[in-house]
């Protein structure tokens, strides 16, 4: 098997910022109840008609950059998203025309927010195998196309926005291990009820306000607190190391609250947790590569560090990896 790392990262962030204040004129809501029971302060929209795809061409083009290869290069774009362009085709395959990226496989993968560890795990396979030489793995999410703007218990917590990296053969470091899990018997919990074939698109299903996501936050709170320890103690057995080997941990960025409840059964300091939540609120598949993305920017992420990502989800799903910088 050969050793799979990250070669480049890229994001972007739409332009458009909604703040807490905006949203205090939308619904019966406050700006110090979303910061203390989310920990979230502003988040960023697409512009009207602005796609997953939009965003993630923007992504795509500067992980690519960063890593010093050309969209030729690519043999597979896997792309993480809930809000693709349209039902189908993939984005994936809107991606690979708008980048030229003429002889990449593509796919997408809807694992919510844990698709783009999934979608990490997915593409190393491929690589380790030496199948393929470079893929390129996004999420990107519109979320607030599915969002209802009459729902307080929501509409506060998304937001838009895409990250991207560039897998390849690496000499040293690079993916050190994956643990992905499901259990589906809570799919319930978070869903858009309309829109597929259980429930296709009516006038009916539009009035009843179905094709916005729904969800019961209480009851996911705790199974989120629990799922994202349980994932990042599997992976680290996995992997044969400890908490105390971890320089970083990128969680997805659901909830500040959550996060740190999970540091603290964890037993990681505060320090060694990145958050983007405030100033991004959660962006599902997008949230945990743009916050990876972001710490590598800012420095906070240098060679040979242990970095654990870490995120649960829609399905439910959860997935974590440790990889060495
Ligand atoms: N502004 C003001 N009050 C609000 C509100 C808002 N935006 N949203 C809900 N409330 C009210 C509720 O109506 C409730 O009022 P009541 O006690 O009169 O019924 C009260 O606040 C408490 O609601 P509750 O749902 O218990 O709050 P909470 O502390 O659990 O926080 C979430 C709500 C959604 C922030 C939190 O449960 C959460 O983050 N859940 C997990 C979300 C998640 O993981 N989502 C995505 C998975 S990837």
């Given at each position: 098997?050969?050793?799979?790392?990250?070669?480049?990262?890229?994001?972007?962030?739409?332009?458009?910022?909604?703040?807490?204040?905006?949203?205090?004129?939308?619904?019966?809501?406050?700006?110090?109840?979303?910061?203390?029971?989310?920990?979230?302060?502003?988040?960023?929209?697409?512009?009207?008609?602005?796609?997953?795809?939009?965003?993630?061409?923007?992504?795509?083009?500067?992980?690519?950059?960063?890593?010093?290869?050309?969209?030729?290069?690519?043999?597979?774009?896997?792309?993480?998203?809930?809000?693709?362009?349209?039902?189908?085709?993939?984005?994936?395959?809107?991606?690979?025309?708008?980048?030229?990226?003429?002889?990449?496989?593509?796919?997408?993968?809807?694992?919510?927010?844990?698709?783009?560890?999934?979608?990490?795990?997915?593409?190393?396979?491929?690589?380790?195998?030496?199948?393929?030489?470079?893929?390129?793995?996004?999420?990107?999410?519109?979320?607030?196309?599915i969002t209802?703007?009459?729902?307080?218990?929501t509409?506060?917590?998304?937001?838009?926005?895409?990250?991207?990296?560039?897998?390849?053969?690496?000499?040293?470091?690079?993916?050190?291990?994956?643990?992905?899990?499901?259990?589906?018997?809570?799919?319930?919990?978070?869903?858009m009820?309309?829109?597929?074939?259980?429930?296709?698109?009516?006038?009916?299903?539009?009035?009843?306000?179905?094709?916005y996501l729904k969800m019961?936050?209480?009851?996911?709170?705790?199974?989120?607190?629990?799922?994202?320890?349980?994932?990042?103690?599997?992976?680290?057995?996995?992997?044969?190391?400890?908490?105390?080997?971890?320089?970083?941990?990128?969680?997805?960025?659901?909830?500040?609250?959550?996060?740190?409840?999970?540091?603290?059964?964890?037993?990681?300091?505060?320090?060694?947790?990145?958050?983007?939540?405030?100033?991004?609120?959660?962006?599902?598949?997008?949230?945990?590569?743009?916050?990876?993305?972001?710490?590598?920017?800012?420095?906070?992420?240098?060679?040979?560090?242990?970095?654990?990502?870490?995120?649960?989800?829609?399905?439910?799903?959860?997935?974590?990896?440790?990889?060495?910088?």
């Amino acid at each position: 098997m050969k050793k799979v790392g990250i070669i480049g990262v890229g994001e972007y962030l739409p332009e458009r910022i909604l703040t807490n204040s905006d949203l205090e004129k939308m619904v019966d809501t406050s700006d110090e109840w979303i910061t203390t029971r989310t920990g979230i302060k502003k988040r960023h929209l697409a512009a009207v008609g602005q796609a997953a795809s939009d965003l993630a061409l923007k992504a795509a083009q500067q992980a690519l950059e960063n890593a010093k290869l050309k969209a030729e290069d690519l043999d597979l774009i896997v792309v993480a998203t809930i809000t693709g362009d349209m039902p189908f085709p993939s984005v994936a395959s809107i991606i690979q025309d708008k980048l030229g990226a003429k002889k990449a496989a593509c796919f997408d993968i809807s694992a919510a927010c844990a698709g783009f560890v999934y979608g990490l795990s997915v593409a190393e396979k491929f690589i380790a195998t030496a199948t393929y030489k470079n893929a390129l793995v996004i999420g990107t999410e519109v979320l607030t196309s599915i969002t209802d703007w009459q729902d307080r218990n929501t509409c506060v917590l998304f937001g838009d926005g895409a990250g991207a990296v560039v897998l390849s053969e690496v000499k040293k470091g690079g993916i050190i291990s994956t643990y992905l899990g499901c259990d589906g018997s809570k799919s319930g919990i978070l869903n858009m009820p309309a829109g597929g074939s259980r429930n296709p698109a009516t006038s009916e299903t539009v009035r009843n306000r179905q094709h916005y996501l729904k969800m019961q936050g209480n009851e996911l709170f705790k199974i989120a607190v629990n799922t994202m320890t349980d994932a990042a103690e599997t992976v680290l057995k996995q992997a044969g190391m400890t908490f105390a080997d971890i320089n970083l941990i990128i969680p997805h960025q659901a909830n500040a609250r959550i996060i740190m409840a999970v540091a603290k059964k964890l037993g990681i300091p505060q320090d060694r947790v990145y958050l983007n939540i405030e100033r991004c609120g959660n962006m599902s598949s997008a949230s945990t590569v743009t916050a990876l993305c972001e710490a590598v920017q800012e420095g906070k992420i240098k060679k040979g560090d242990i970095i654990l990502l870490d995120a649960f989800g829609a399905g439910l799903v959860w997935g974590a990896c440790i990889i060495e910088w």
